[in-house]
């Protein structure tokens, strides 16, 4: 077992050599979100876990509810913390749900709002 496991860590890492600088960004990436949605945690070398600094390609499906939409749009976007301004501000938004306004108009707003505050979010690294 230990063998295999090493021979795919090496042939993973012979990957990895021969990929331009995006394209390795782009592989670790995409490890980590597979990670996450296997119930594993992404770290990074202090142990801590990693926040990446771009979102995830999660695509909005063709039909979807204002609160499924929140809960893609909270995964899309791990770098930006749930804080209480942020959920204040998407609660508000998702009123309109209850006052009439169609799941793909709130979703639209929520999507407008998570790319500013990722925006924000970029800025504030410097």
Do not use: H, N
């Amino acid at each position: 077992m230990t063998g295999r496991v090493d021979r795919e860590k090496k042939a993973l890492l012979e990957v990895w050599r021969g990929l331009d600088e995006e394209r390795q960004r782009t592989l670790l990436r995409f490890a980590r979100f597979l990670a996450s949605e296997s119930g594993g945690e992404s770290v990074g070398v202090a142990g801590a876990p990693e926040v990446p600094e771009i979102p995830l390609e999660i695509p909005r499906p063709e039909t979807e509810s204002a609160v499924a939409g929140l809960k893609r749009l909270k995964k899309r976007y791990p770098m930006i913390e749930a804080d209480e301004r942020v959920l204040a501000e998407a609660s508000r938004i998702l009123m309109g749900k209850v006052m009439g306004v169609p799941d793909r108009e709130v979703i639209d707003q929520l999507e407008d709002y998570f790319a500013r505050c990722y925006q924000g979010w970029l800025a504030s690294r410097g």
